[in-house]
């Protein structure tokens, strides 16, 4: 019989990939652990607190990366995609396309001091546009690797110019401009993915002002004003720099048009109040829904506890948006049929939770299946579990989650690559 190869490949260093990949070194297994950005952590590492318990994110996941960067067993691929898989399980052969990061992990000690003097700025996708960033970046405070990389699609050198004021800053010789895209091929027995999700584009649901109004915001700008390491420092304000005196959480965006639930969304709007109670006093707080879905015991007492702060709660359709002399104003049809308008400072949106872009292309490099909504597709009766025998799926990448959730899939995803890649 041919010997199977112990060797794991997870793909996606969110929560779920990062969980995945502890379990399996801790077991001994050598893991190769893809990340397409030049940070890790996913979507987690953009809160600032986690409900139900609202812990700091932070001290919850920093010491899971920092156990990633130093265990022996995992070797974080960053900047790296997944071009093609051949073979089977317990001998899989997966090729494997790592960009070019041209700074050097080895020398860069994370001073930001090249960061300045770069001529470029842009928009930082990373907090939602709100502030801006370097050619030359790094993509937050506390961002793992503490490396910056250069990217090419706005460096001046990429379009013939000379520019060298970041290498000029560097006083650890950390900047390599003949750094080149790498090809790698890796053997492995199973292959986790952990390709987690993207939030829907609110602006598609006219009716709720987005990208219209300049206060109307979606959830990650809301969770990004309130980081401490974000663009405010964690103050919530308003695009004119005031704290808001009246905020609209607005459950439920674009969830007919998907036909799903994306379970995570009357949470972390509950989450959101907290925020807002917590940071701006005598602030009112309303919540537009139409159903609840608060599942759990942790989190029906975190719901209650939230409610008791004095949340206005409005069971409501039809929204509409619009902006008025007082500043924006949600016309509604409450339970009863009946009109209703209110004026408030700031609306911050619930889009759907979507499957990341890349879920489309990662099934078919696998040969895997998606389900009816384009999530990558698990079995009744063993839900990590994909329809090829050893490749397993965890976290949003299946479905919308919450983080323990995805934690105990990705625990779970890690068991079954264990056991299928035994003797
Ligand atoms: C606004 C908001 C607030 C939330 N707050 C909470 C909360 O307080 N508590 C809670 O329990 N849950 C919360 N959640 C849900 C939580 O974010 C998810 O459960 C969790 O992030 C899922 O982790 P994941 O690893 O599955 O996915 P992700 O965090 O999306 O990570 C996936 C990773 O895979 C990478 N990737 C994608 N495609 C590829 C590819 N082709 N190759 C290589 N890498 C790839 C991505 O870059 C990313 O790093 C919130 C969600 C939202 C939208
Ligand atoms: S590349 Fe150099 S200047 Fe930039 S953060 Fe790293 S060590 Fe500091
Ligand atoms: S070489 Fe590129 S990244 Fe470096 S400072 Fe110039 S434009 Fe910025």
């Known amino acids: 019989m041919e010997t199977k190869n112990k060797d794991i490949l997870i793909i996606g260093a969110g929560l779920a990939g990062i969980e995945a990949s502890l379990l399996c070194a801790r077991a001994g297994r050598k ?32 010491p899971k990366q920092s156990d990633v960067l130093e265990n022996k067993n995992i070797e974080l691929l960053t ?18 396309k790592k960009q070019a990061r041209y700074v050097s992990l080895e020398n860069c000690i994370g ?16 907090e939602e546009g709100l502030s801006k960033r370097k050619a030359i970046y790094i993509a937050c405070a ?9 990217d090419m699609n706005y460096c001046l050198r990429k379009k013939g110019e000379d520019c060298q004021a970041c290498k ?7 900047i390599l401009y003949d750094d080149k ?12 993915v952990a390709t987690g999700f993207k939030l829907g584009d609110a602006s598609q649901y006219t009716n709720y002002g987005y990208k219209k109004f300049k206060n109307v ?23 004119d720099g005031s704290p808001p005196d009246s905020i609209a959480l607005i459950h439920c965006v674009g969830r007919k048009e998907k036909g799903y639930c994306s379970q995570v969304c009357c949470l972390y709007l509950t989450k959101f109040a907290h925020y807002a109670f917590d940071k701006i006093p005598g602030v009112k707080v309303y919540q537009f829904y139409k159903e609840l879905s608060i599942p759990g015991k942790e989190n029906e007492h975190f719901y209650k506890e939230i409610q008791k702060k004095g949340i206005n709660s409005i069971r409501a359709e039809n929204i509409e948006i619009i902006e008025a002399d007082s500043g924006l104003q949600i016309n509604y049809q409450n339970g009863n049929n009946k009109n209703g308008s209110i004026a408030v400072d700031m609306v911050v949106l619930a889009p759907p939770i979507e499957p990341h872009p890349e879920t489309r292309n990662i099934a078919r490099i696998l040969n895997i299946e998606l389900d009816q909504f384009g999530f990558l597709k698990t079995q009744p009766f063993n839900p990590v579990e994909s329809n090829r025998a050893g490749i397993y799926i965890a976290g949003c990448a299946r479905e919308p989650n919450f983080m323990q ?5 990705a625990q779970d995803a890690a068991g079954q690559a264990l056991n299928i890649t035994e003797d």
């Open 31 to 62: 893991v190769y652990l893809l990340e397409k950005e030049p940070y890790f952590g996913g979507s987690a590492i953009k809160s600032e607190e986690v409900f139900p318990l609202m812990e700091c994110a932070t001290c919850m996941l920093a």
């Open 79 to 96: 900047l790296s995609e997944l071009q093609e898989v051949q073979g089977e399980a317990g001998n899989f052969t997966a090729r494997i």
């Open 111 to 126: 001073c930001g001091a090249c960061f300045e003097p770069c001529p470029v700025e842009i928009d930082n996708n990373f």
């Open 142 to 150: 506390g961002a793992l690797p503490n490396a910056p990389a250069i």
């Open 168 to 174: 000029q800053s560097c006083m650890f010789d950390a």
């Open 181 to 192: 895209d790498r090809e790698i091929t890796v053997n492995v027995g199973a292959i986790i």
């Open 217 to 239: 915001l979606s959830a990650f700008e809301f969770e990004r004003l309130r980081a401490s390491n974000g663009p405010t420092t964690g103050i919530i304000q308003t695009k």
């Open 405 to 409: 959730e995805a934690v105990v899939q």
